[in-house]
Structure formats: structure tokens, C-alpha cells
């Protein structure tokens, strides 16, 4: 298949229309905005519909209703946008419609500023919104993952009836890299057995997040759960690099990972055996997977362009098998190779302690 | 839910009043002397007489008319307080060719969905909207609402609406008609039957606006509560005609040029 470069907003766009989406409602804002300015080219194109909304509000609110339909829509924003669209999101999750959310994140909290960060990963593995449901989010490391990873979110959306993010950073966003496209696919004609488009023929189909009756609320929930369970069955994914042998496991998701990756190779090069892993459903998380590296090997290092968010879901599969350390950067700086590379040499030569704190440690190496 | 079938009279008397075929036989929650009864049969006529059960979409806002989907006998979807203007753009931009309308209360429109009634209006968003303004919240238990007149007392301006405090009312329908992506922009009353004729004519009218693809449609309807006024029912709709319309007059305020000949 042909390779483009592509700029990462613009390929996550492009992967949506191949993808089938119908419909997309959006807000500007750094660093996602090509991501909307594509759309605004290339969905008239395609006879398909597209609106720069008047806020992230409204705009997860015209995402809401045309989800009612049952087309595939999709919005994109930044994690300001997020905490806009959190009331929107609640509300699609509790009418249980399928729609895709691309999050480029940057750094926070506030107005922060437009750099590359890791900074929404516990909003939006809890969905951002209030309530009981559990939304799945997609990770990619690479502008050809992100891609890939549209493409993905859209079938699991309807597959499981819920939202899906698709979490890249401000560099995943921003970077020019070489990409194949899917084919496009044809937006689907039939309409889910669901959806509301005027009871043609049929008894009048009510779309709603509202059950008064709070046995009816709780039916809701469970159903919620169950679908939650068989997407913690079916969905969780990861990449392994260099596990087989490794005594040493660094841990990190999205621009981290990859970040991460580069150290690991040089540590190899050295001749630590020391290996990758990448979560790339980060909800759901691979818990399981962890917890059997944790069995099996000597330390744990987790990178992340935060404050420690995955961290704690880290600490909590390895169950205490294995002591864990802690590496970030935050407020939109990103760690070099060099960096990591380090914290695998310290691995090595001062072993953590399974009494040790790993934010604890980290922050005091970071504020000396 | 089922519709059951209008029951034949076994007289030879004519039926000349009967549910509406996208009125649902439902009970409603509404309180005894509230207009909102009256305003859900004249958009279920109109529906019916337009022939668009079949493909409407009505959308429910938070309010008191939370409900309105379980009412109406046509596919409805419950927005977000104040979203149902974004609500219905999603719905209309992938669906041009259904008619979609959403119905709000004033907190649900000219309060918390400010942002989302002006913008889709300014678009010219080709949806109606049904704005039931009763100047108060009736299902939170008649708090101040952006359109409670000066002094009127609520739960949450006990002493009366100091509008050196808490501002002055907002008259939506002004507003409105000032964006030019408004097609048909009247306010209504609801207080004597002969105002509920020319509230059906405006609805049927702010239909038609959609059905031609005009633009934005919106009709204010003076409504009452006599719940959270504490008033008799009787007692409510005349202080709607001596309280009300003087301050929120009635009549059209953007009529498009191709609905100004229209006999409906």
C-alpha cells in the first residue's frame, strides 16, 4: 500500500472518513485543530456532515444526537475540551450510543499550555463524565498506530454500544510521519435496531438517560457493567518488546512508550536485559499481563509524560511482586531517551527496595 | 408503547374531538391548570395534520417536560438541561429530511442553553423549537428563572426579583428575531382558548417554516404554573393575561417572507 506523510491530525481525520464516519462536530483548539480543519475539507466532499460547533459543549451535544441515529460521528478536541464535553459524554454513556472522541493532549491543568503531555489519563479512563460507565480508551505511540486505532474505534463503539476515546499527545498530533491509509470503507446504510429516525412503520423508539424508577437505573448499570466485562474479555491491548528475557520491565503508554523504547534499545545495546511495555487499551487496562511480568522479573520503571496517572493501575496489577519505580516528565515537557536511559542504569546499579515510594523518590529527584 | 385504537362512538353522533394519532395514550405527570397539556396536544394536531408522525423526532429538555417523549407517539430523545438546540442539530444535519423540533422550558432555554438556542437560531438551523416560557423553574419547586418578572416572588427570590440584584427578564423571542438565520420567531399565549387558536396556527406555521427549509423556527407560548405560583388554575391564567403579556407582548417578531402568504 502507498505510504503518505502525513501530519498525525490530519492522518487520525483521514483514517475517520475512510473509517465511514458520517458526521463530525468539533471546536479549534491547539494541538488538535487540524484534526477539525481536515474534517471541514474533506467531509462536504464526501457529502457527509460537518459543523464547527459553538463550544465543546455543544458540540459533544450534536455528537450525542447524531449517535441517536445511529451514524458514525465522531468528535476531536483537547483536554480543556474534555472537561467541557464531560456532561455530553455522561449523557451519551447513559443512553448507551456509540460515538468516537480523539483527545490530543496537552499539557494542564487550566489553560496550561499547547505542548505534548499525558496529563488526561485518569479523566479519561473514568469517561471524564459523572455516573457509573466505563468508556474504552485506545492509546497510539505512532501517527500509522493512530490511524490504525480510528479505524478500530469505530467498530468497537457500536460493537459494544459505548465510547471510545482515542488518547494521542500533542506530538502524536503534530508530527509528520509515514502512514498507509486504509481503503475506504462506505458509510453504512442501515440504520441499528435502536436508533430514532422517524417511526416509519413502526412503534415510536424513545432514546433517553433519564430512568426515574431507580430499579430501572440499576438494570441500566448492571447492563453497563456486563458490557463492560466483555470488553475487559475481548479488548485489551498491548505491545511487547523485548520481554522474553527481560529481568527489567519499563512501562509506558503513547508518545512515552515510544520514548521509553529508544532507551531500552540502547540499554540492550549495553546488554541489560531489559524490555517494553506498552499498554495501547489503556481502559482496559492488561492487568493480567502486568501482574505475570511482575511474577518475573526483578523491577519495574514507569515512564509517563505525567504526574504518575497509569502508575497507580501499575502498582495495583503488580499486587507488590515486583518493586516498582517511577519516571515523568510533566507540564507538556517530554523526556528524552536519554533520560530513560538513565533511570535503567539506576535500575541496575541502586535496585529499588520493595519498601520504596516511587513518586516519592522521583519527585525529590525532580525538585532538587 | 402500544397505540390503542380511538374507540368508536355507539352513537350515530359525529366524532369531532378525539386524541390525536401522535398524542400517546399516556397519563401525564403534569400538574392540574399547567398549560403544557395543552401545548403537547397542539403540537401532536399539527403533527397530524402535516402528516409527519412518521418522521419526526422530538427532543425532550430538562425541565418539567422531561417526559415529553413518553407523550408523544413519534421517535423523541431526552437532551442535556439546555442542549436540546445541539441535540437536534446533530439529528437534523445527518437526518435533512426528518423534522426535528425540540420543546424547552425558559431555565432550559434562555437560562443554561443561552449558548446553544442563539447559535443554532443564528445558523439557521432548520429545526423548531417549542419554548414554553412560565417565568419560573416548575420540577426543581419554582425557583427564579431568567424570565421571573420584577418582584415576582419565588423560592429563590423570596423577597420578590430585585432587579438591582438578580437582573432584569429576558425576552427571547427579541433576541432571536434579530439573528438572520431565523425564519419565524412569535411569541403566544395559552390563557383563553381563543389565544390557544392562534398558538396552533403559530406552530403549524413554525412547521411549515421547517417543511420549506426557511430556517429557524421558534414559538414562545406564555405558560402557567400554578404549582410554584400558588395559584388556582383559574387564578393562573389570568394573571398570564394581566402579568405576563404585558411584560413579554405578544406577536411576531420574524415572519420570512414565503410564510407571510401562507393560509394554514
Known sequence: MTRQLLKGNVAMAEAAIRAGVEAYFGYPITPQSELLEWMAKRMPEEGRAFLQAESEVAAINMVYGAACTGARVMTSTSGPGISLMAE?????????????????????????????????????????????????????????????????????????????????????????????????????????????????????????????????????????????????????????????????????????????????????????????????????????????????????????????????????????????????????????????????????????????????RWLAQMVS | MTVAAPTKPKTTLKMVYQRPEALADTPTHYCPGCTHGVAHRLVAEVIDEMGLREKTIGIAPVGCAVLAYDYFEFDGVEAAHGRAPAMATGIKRVLPDRIVFTYQGDGDLASIGMGEIVHAAARGERITVIFINNAIYGMTGGQMAPTTLPNQITTSSPGGRDVAVQGFPIRMSEILATLDGAAYVVRRSMHDPANIRKAKKAIRLAFEAQVRGLGFSLVELLSTCPTNWKMTPAEAMNWVRDNMVPAYPLGDYKVAPELQKLRV
Open chain 1, 88 to 360: 455530553g459524554i455522561s449523557y451519551i454513556a447513559g443512553t448507551e450510543v456509540p460515538a468516537v472522541i480523539v483527545d490530543v493532549m496537552r499539557g494542564g491543568p487550566g489553560l496550561g499550555n499547547i505542548a505534548p503531555s499525558q496529563g488526561d489519563y485518569r479523566q479519561v479512563i473514568h469517561g471524564a463524565g459523572h455516573g457509573d460507565f466505563f468508556p474504552l480508551v485506545l492509546a497510539p505511540a505512532s501517527v500509522q498506530e493512530a490511524v490504525d486505532l480510528i479505524g478500530e474505534a469505530f467498530d468497537l463503539a457500536e460493537k459494544y454500544r459505548t465510547i471510545v476515546f482515542v488518547v494521542a499527545d500533542g506530538s502524536i498530533g503534530q508530527m509528520m510521519e509515514p502512514v498507509s491509509l486504509p481503503e475506504p470503507r462506505p458509510p453504512r446504510r442501515e440504520r441499528p435496531d435502536w436508533a430514532v429516525g422517524g417511526a416509519e412503520g413502526r412503534p415510536a423508539r424513545r432514546l433517553t438517560s433519564l430512568y426515574l424508577k431507580p430499579e430501572v437505573e440499576e438494570e441500566v448499570n448492571l447492563r453497563l457493567v456486563q458490557r463492560w466485562q466483555a470488553m475487559e474479555a475481548n479488548e485489551i491491548r498491548y505491545r511487547e518488546y523485548y520481554l522474553d528475557d527481560a529481568e527489567y520491565v519499563v512501562l509506558g503508554f503513547g508518545t512515552a512508550g515510544r520514548v521509553a523504547l529508544s532507551a531500552v534499545r540502547a540499554a540492550r545495546a549495553e546488554g541489560i536485559k531489559v524490555g517494553l511495555f506498552r499498554p495501547v487499551s489503556l481502559r482496559p487496562f492488561p492487568t493480567e499481563a502486568i501482574r505475570d511480568l511482575a511474577a518475573r522479573s526483578k523491577a519495574f520503571l514507569v515512564v509517563e509524560m505525567n504526574g504518575g496517572q497509569m502508575l497507580d493501575d501499575v502498582q495495583a496489577a503488580a499486587q507488590g511482586q515486583v518493586p516498582v519505580r517511577f519516571y515523568g516528565r510533566m507540564g507538556g515537557m517530554v523526556p528524552f531517551p536519554d533520560e530513560v536511559l538513565a533511570e535503567i542504569h539506576a535500575l541496575v546499579s541502586e535496585p529499588p527496595t520493595p519498601a520504596e515510594a516511587p513518586r516519592a
